[in-house]
């Protein structure tokens, strides 16, 4: 049984900063991609970041690109978002996910193609 459990949530005012982090475990943490998903209330759930197996390659949604950081510790078996120049738009909750299959790139950008999921942690940005 995989798990994958968010932490790192909160409420922030626009410009400041937040690092997400999720734990995972369950099955071999460093063969799988892993991404970040948000959903905003009455809207779809949306790529944010994802990272590859080893950690070597990493994508972004336009959105976020240049302020986001997404980053990985196999040893840990945890992923990282580091969250800068927030946004009130950045406001959603904030979803850890994995592929389920080995050597993935984490670069898909459909929720359909990820196979695990964590609860999730609110993020809230005030202007």
């Known amino acids: 049984q995989v798990q994958l459990v968010e932490s790192g949530g909160g409420l922030v005012q626009a410009g400041g900063s937040l690092r997400l982090s999720c734990a995972a475990s369950?099955?071999?943490?460093?063969?799988?991609?892993m991404a970040w998903f948000r959903q905003a209330p009455g809207k779809e759930r949306e790529f944010v970041s994802g990272?590859?197996?080893?950690?070597?390659?990493?994508s972004y949604a336009n959105s976020v690109k240049g302020r986001f950081t997404i980053s990985r510790d196999n040893a840990k078996s945890s992923i990282y978002l580091q969250m800068n120049s927030l946004k009130p738009e950045d406001t959603a909750v904030y979803y850890c996910?994995?592929?389920?299959?080995?050597?993935?790139?984490?670069?898909?950008?459909?929720?359909?193609?990820?196979?695990?999921w964590g609860q999730g942690t609110q993020v809230t940005v005030s202007s």
């Open positions: 369950g099955r071999t943490f460093s063969s799988y991609a």
């Open positions: 996910a994995g592929e389920g299959r080995v050597g993935g790139w984490g670069s898909s950008i459909f929720p359909d193609d990820y196979d695990y």
């Open positions: 990272i590859s197996w080893s950690g070597g390659s990493t």
